[in-house]
């Protein structure tokens, strides 16, 4: 009986002795703090030879590069399939730490484009990186707007091709608060923004031609009504010069419509005039100011039905001969060069006797001359050639041509000037 419980203590022991013989080494784990990203250890005390997950989300702008220990060697790790920037480490030491190493992303430039005109443009940054959100504002200056579809982001650091099909635009996001804010989503490559604004006023007259002291009445568009414009007025004679308009109104406000001055036009004013519509402050006579404009005719009031009323003014300048008279004409844009029908009534300052008077009529020759596509030079010259004048001092003079159909008012001429 000693015996056999003798042979169980030895094999008691033996068998204790073999169990610990065998018991895995538990190994402590521990990542290395990174600034530039945050992590998540599943584990912190294994097995030797155990994996432990450690998922990992690097900061904006940065990507994982690689895993090692903290003396930079190598590591057995490998990457989850299943999920993003998840891996699994073989632990193989003790004191286990886990290093993340970390890479800056490629940055690329945010460029707007230099010929904008009338906006600005402000981007919340100058460069960044692949996947980052980029938002920027688009501020139209004053009297002016634009539309949603005009804003646009392609890829490249210019944009100088007419051919706009040739770029690669990404898709901009108009924001839900601030229409005027938008944002996009970085490329691998630079990018460069576009708008492209409108003056915000259109002007249409109601009617194309009114008589004379008849309403002169405009529709009008307006974008931006909290904004203020000067109006002038110009007749359409192709020797007006812009410092020859008529300020009408200045810094005002416009709605729907807009009423003419009663006291704008006087019955000489006949023909053909165009409003112009400006940004308040405008330098009128810069070659390319911004205007919308409206040109209307102003008919004679005993005008015949299915005539037209021509603008008539003489003029002392560019005299060819001292026996010519210079004419310019306005609303004849349509017809060539070539032949009008003036009338005529000779007679003397001082005299009341008609048989003093002379009726007549003159075929006189008009030169066209196209000038931009708003202004026409028609120019009707030596008119004293076609008469007799010599014992008249005063002529009356207005064009009625019935080929035509062309009207306009009289105008008396002094031929002793």
């Known amino acids: 009986m000693k015996k056999i419980i003798l042979l169980l203590n030895i094999v008691l022991v033996l068998l204790f002795v073999s169990c610990n013989s065998f018991a895995p080494e538990i190994c402590q784990v521990s990542v290395k703090e990174n600034s530039d990203c945050t992590f998540k250890l599943d584990q912190t005390s294994v097995p030797k030879g155990s994996f432990v997950k450690l998922q990992i989300i690097p900061n904006p702008g940065f990507y994982i590069s690689d895993l090692t220990n903290n003396l930079n060697n190598s590591l057995n790790y490998h990457e989850s399939s299943d999920e993003k920037n998840t891996f699994y480490v073989l632990i193989s030491n003790p004191e286990q730490i886990i290093k993340i190493n970390l890479k800056a992303k490629d940055r690329h430039y945010i460029y707007t484009y230099d010929y904008i005109k009338n906006c600005s443009i402000s981007v919340s940054k100058e460069n960044t990186f692949e996947g980052d959100t980029v938002s920027f504002t688009v501020t139209p200056d004053k009297c002016y707007y634009y539309e949603a579809d005009s804003v646009k982001v392609h890829i490249g650091a210019s944009h100088y091709n007419s051919d706009n099909s040739k ?18 989503i970085m490329p691998e490559k630079p990018v460069i923004i576009l708008a492209e604004t409108k003056f915000a006023i259109s002007a249409k007259n109601q009617k194309n031609a009114f008589t004379q002291g008849e309403k002169i009445i405009f529709d009008i568009e307006n974008k931006a009504p909290e904004d203020t414009f000067d109006i002038r007025l110009s007749d359409d004679f192709s020797n007006t010069k812009k410092t020859d308009y008529i300020t009408i109104a200045q810094d005002v406000k416009l709605s729907k419509t807009y009423e003419l001055p009663q006291n704008i036009l006087t019955e000489k004013d006949t023909g053909s005039f165009t409003l112009h519509v400006y940004p308040h402050g405008t330098n009128y006579s810069a070659q390319n100011a911004t205007e919308a404009t409206a040109q209307f005719t102003v008919n004679i009031s005993d005008m015949p039905a299915g005539w037209t009323t021509v603008g008539i003014k003489n003029t002392d300048q560019y005299l060819f001969a001292s026996s010519a008279l210079n004419l310019y004409l306005s609303n004849v844009e349509k017809i060539e060069s070539g032949k009008i029908i003036a ?10 006797d008609n048989s003093d008077k002379l009726n007549g009529s003159a075929s006189l020759n008009y030169y066209n001359y196209t000038n931009g596509n708003k202004y026409t030079e028609f120019w009707c010259y030596t008119i004293k050639d076609y008469i007799n004048n010599n014992d008249y001092d005063k002529m009356t003079l207005w064009i009625e041509d019935e080929y035509l159909k062309f009207i306009s008012r009289k105008i008396t001429v002094d031929l002793k000037k």
């Open 343 to 352: 009338k005529y009534i000779l007679e003397k300052k001082n005299s009341s």
């Open 167 to 184: 770029y690669e635009y990404l898709t901009v996001t108009q924001s839900s608060t601030n229409p005027n804010e938008y944002s996009f």
